[in-house]
Structures are given as C-alpha cells and as structure tokens.
C-alpha cells in the first residue's frame, strides 16, 4: 500500500516568515501534485511536478519533486493570512490513474 | 464554466436511511472521481469511472455504497443504510484524462451527518 506523510502536520507562523512542508513515501510515483483546500471547499490543484528533481515556480510558493521521485516538498516564501488552508499532497503511481493523497498540512498564517 | 456541482452541500440523516449524493461533471470531462474525506482518514478514493464506465471500485467501503453514471454529464453515490460512521464530507471531482499533468477539478463537497 502507498502511503504519503506528509509534515508537519500543524503549522501556525507570523505573515513575513518562510515555510517549508514535506511529503514523504517509500514508493516511487510517476507524479505528484499538490492542492490547497480552504474550510468549506474541495481542494484546489496548485501544480504537478512529473519529473525526478523538478522544481516549479508558482509565485511565492516552489516545489520540488525528490530525484528518486518517492518524496517532495512546497516551500513557501513571505507567507501571507491568505495562504492559510490545508495543503494535501497526492501521488500517482506508475501505470495507474489513481493519485494517493497524504496526510495533509493544516498551515495557518497570522496577520 | 460553472465547475463540478454537487448537491446537495449539507446532509443531516438519520441512521438506516438512504442517501442519495449528486455530482455534475464539467462538460467534457471522461473522468469522474467520487472521494470521502474525514479527520481520521483524510481523503480517501471510494470509486473511479471512464467514459461513464466504473473502473475501480476498491475504495467503495462495503455493500451499503453504490454509485452509477448513467451519463456523461451526471452521477450519484447512494448509501442504503446510512450509519453514522458514514458521516463525512462527500467529493466528487472530474477532469479530462489526456497525460500525467491532468487536472483534476473537485466539486464544493456534500457534508454528511448520519445521526
């Protein structure tokens, strides 16, 4: 079974500071998206990172892909209150249509 | 675009009875995705269709849940009875399968509350 941890789980910063979010697995996936859901919402795709060691740019938020392709990470810079919400990462494995989500970050910036 | 629309957005039952979540695709979309998500679990795939073609329902909890797609443009997941573990918030997502960088757009969520 894959599983994804992601950590840390909680994370409450003032506006200004930098984060980083991780998401982690034993198995290898052919890609791995991240999302961001807001209280009352579904989860909203932020990027899809495919390849081993991709690092794409959205803004103030980066991610990076792991070059085994088994872990990856968001880092975010000068967070902002309206960055709050919950962060899921999901992979996919290879060969199949299925995206496993993780455990999810619940972040919360304060004004 | 209006997006995925599921209907309805809040729930609340009673144990033993049936429940009947709806999900609206957006046009084009081949792929539908029905999903749960609770603290305990976090978000979970219960059923996946292709071309309005159930592909995999390994997720689907027991016999109490069934979901159909009779057509392209529409879905629903039925549970029958309803239990109070059953409750959750309900997601149903759909998205256009061509390649790895697909997205997959998820619909406001059904919030469930069987008492």
């Known amino acids: 079974t894959q599983l994804l941890e992601q950590s840390p789980q909680f994370l409450s910063i003032q506006e200004g500071e930098n984060l980083t979010v991780y998401c982690n697995s034993s198995?290898?996936?052919?890609?791995l998206q991240w999302y961001r859901q807001e209280p009352g919402e579904g989860p909203v795709l932020l990027v899809t990172?495919?390849?081993?060691?991709e690092v794409k740019k959205l803004k103030r938020l980066t991610f990076q892909f792991g070059d085994a392709r088994k872990d990856s990470s968001l880092h975010i810079t000068a967070a902002q209150p309206g960055d709050t919400g919950l962060y899921l990462c999901?992979?996919?494995?290879?060969?199949?249509?299925?995206?496993?989500f993780g455990t999810g970050t619940r972040l919360k910036v304060l004004a | 675009d209006a997006g995925v629309i599921q209907s309805p957005r809040h729930e609340v039952t009673e144990m033993g009875q049936e429940v009947t979540l709806r999900c609206k695709p957006i046009?084009?979309?081949?792929?539908l995705f029905w999903y749960r998500q609770t603290m305990m679990r976090g978000l979970e795939l219960l059923i996946y269709?292709?071309?309005?073609?159930?592909?995999?329902d390994s997720g689907m909890p027991e016999d109490r849940f069934s979901a159909k797609m009779p057509n392209a443009s529409f879905s629903t997941l039925k549970i029958q009875p309803s239990e109070p573990r059953d409750s959750a918030v309900y997601f149903c997502?759909?998205?256009?399968?061509?390649?790895?960088?697909?997205?997959?757009?998820f619909g406001p969520g059904t919030r469930l509350t069987v008492l």
């Open positions: 997502a759909s998205r256009f399968s061509g390649g790895p960088r697909d997205t997959q757009y």
């Open positions: 198995s290898v996936f052919s890609s």
């Open positions: 990172v495919v390849t081993g060691g």
């Open positions: 999901a992979g996919q494995g290879s060969g199949t249509y299925k995206y496993i």
């Open positions: 046009s084009g979309h081949n792929s």
């Open positions: 269709f292709n071309n309005n073609v159930p592909i995999d």
